[in-house]
């Protein structure tokens, strides 16, 4: 039975190609296409930390086309935790600019369109294109605002968040009806949290309180590690997603995403935990299909 | 704040003001579509109060119907979605409407109402039309808005709690719409 599975497992593999093609390693995986990868049009949301991690990861393993949405630019508290920034040529530069520049000397197969607006002014028509949309945030309001549209237009979406040593990474996929959302799970408190940011006018009040400010603690290491779960999330769908279009099943060598969960990383206890997130019929992003549309 | 993409926000939207319609508290006829955005004004029927001088110890008289004009945003139904102005003359702590009694000046329609500042996953168009209707009934003097005629208003009421002011006017209980049943769902259809 043991010979039967290692059979099956063997690849000819020509003995030049072994050395040159800079693949070889991640073609060995049984269930992969090289192609699937290539093929990719990845949006990634955010070239803060997580985003570095992830745009590097999808670099290097050779997707097609990259997406990078973010119009900030560095500033020398990023670069403790940012691979793709430099002291030297990265401060004052757009995020997504130097991104770009620095792929291009890791992977220049890869296409990197860096896209310096904020999220809500983007052409809606990126997130059809793209057959994964990644959301490496520092905000809910974008969060939300992405995995909106991500689910309107059935394309899978993966977002990460990170607090210190902590953090999680959730997948999401209209595609599997019984699967929660983002929005699924957002608290009234969530929603009054989002609307202190805001005065009575609607206007951005300045504000002191961390709480409110959006800027939170964070360590590379963190960052690393749910850089590299988002990156193998977004894989796993990009291999994964024709079968569980055609057949209803994930591909069980690459195995099924966390659609409808969210997995939790706790760097304090050293344990990664996934839960299953409810969803929510009164949603207002993905009940409508429900026809629940207003009222209650 | 996020959007919803623009067919979903449209749906609801339509959704939510055909519920408004239903209990007669929209005039249709008000309603105007934007790219963007939705206005519409609201006609409430709630007990509330206007000044009226000519009375020494009592400077007020009921006044039952009011009008709310309501701008609807993209980022509707998310919190901030929806800008409320009240537009017709009110006595009231809580409320400065634009049309001000005996001022060439016009308000600023503010609302102080707890349910815009506490938005839920449940709030909806409804809900907070008929939180303002409650509002309009029931003035909160321990938190007027800092202007002088909601000031003047908030040591009124102080004085004068609704109750009283009812018993006065002589007024039992005032009728507001019967409420619909909570798992009532209307599907809004073109």
Redesign the interface.
């Given at each position: 039975m043991d010979s039967k599975k290692t059979q099956n497992r063997i690849k000819i593999i020509e003995e030049s190609s072994i050395k040159s093609d800079r693949f070889d390693r991640q073609k060995r995986i049984a269930g992969w296409d090289q192609e699937k990868i290539k093929n990719a049009r990845i949006m990634v949301i955010g070239a803060g930390a997580t985003g570095n991690e992830v745009v590097k990861n999808l670099t290097l393993c050779g997707v097609g086309t990259i997406y990078l949405i973010d119009y900030d630019l560095i500033e020398s508290s990023n670069l403790s935790r940012c691979v793709l920034f430099n002291y030297t040529n990265s401060l004052e530069k757009y995020k997504a600019d130097v991104i770009k520049e620095t792929c291009k000397n890791l992977n220049p197969n890869v296409k990197i369109i860096s896209i310096k607006q904020e999220l809500?002014s983007i052409d809606?028509n990126l997130y059809k294109k793209s057959d994964v949309i990644c959301s490496c945030l520092d905000n809910l309001?974008?969060r939300?605002?992405a995995n909106?549209?991500a689910y309107?237009?059935n394309v899978p979406f993966v977002d990460s968040g990170i607090d210190e040593f902590f953090g999680s990474v959730q997948v999401v996929y209209s595609g599997d009806k019984n699967a929660a959302c983002l929005q699924c799970g957002?608290?009234?408190k969530d929603?009054?949290i989002?609307?202190k940011k805001?005065s009575?006018t609607?206007q951005k009040l300045n504000t002191n309180d961390s709480e409110t400010e959006g800027i939170i603690a964070s360590i590379i290491t963190t960052t690393s590690i749910i850089g590299g779960i988002q990156s193998q999330q977004v894989l796993k769908i990009l291999l994964g997603l024709s079968s569980f279009k055609t057949k209803g099943q994930w591909n069980p060598k690459i195995g099924e995403p966390l659609i409808g969960k969210q997995l939790i990383y706790n760097g304090i206890s050293n344990e990664f935990i996934t839960i299953s997130k409810l969803k929510?019929p009164?949603c207002?992003?993905c009940s409508?299909k429900g026809?629940?549309?207003?009222?209650? | 704040m996020p959007e919803l993409p623009y067919e979903i926000w449209d749906r609801r939207v339509k959704n939510e003001i055909n519920i408004l319609k239903k209990l007669g508290i929209v005039d249709p006829k008000s309603i105007k579509w934007y790219d963007n955005s939705v206005e519409l004004w609201l006609k409430l029927k709630a007990l509330g109060f206007i000044q009226k001088y000519g009375n020494e110890n009592l400077n007020v008289a009921p006044k039952t119907k009011h009008r709310v004009f309501i701008k609807i945003n993209r980022s509707f139904p998310y919190p901030g979605g929806i800008d409320f102005c009240w537009h017709s003359e009110l006595y009231h702590p809580n409320i400065h409407p634009v049309e001000l009694q005996n001022s060439t000046y016009l308000g600023t329609g503010y609302i102080c109402l707890n349910v815009l500042r506490k938005w839920s996953k449940l709030s909806d168009l409804e809900t907070t039309s008929k939180a303002l209707q409650i509002l309009a009934e029931n003035p909160n003097p321990d938190d007027p808005l800092q202007y002088n005629i909601c000031l003047d208003a908030a040591s009124f009421f102080k004085k004068h709690p609704i109750e009283k002011l009812k018993r006065i006017f002589n007024i039992e209980r005032f009728h507001i719409p019967k409420e619909k049943k909570s798992d009532d769902i209307i599907i809004y259809k073109d």
């Open positions: 809500n809606k309001e974008a939300l605002e909106n549209y309107y237009y957002i608290s009234d929603l009054e989002m609307w805001f009575c609607g929510d009164n207002w992003t409508y026809q629940k549309i207003g009222g209650k | -």
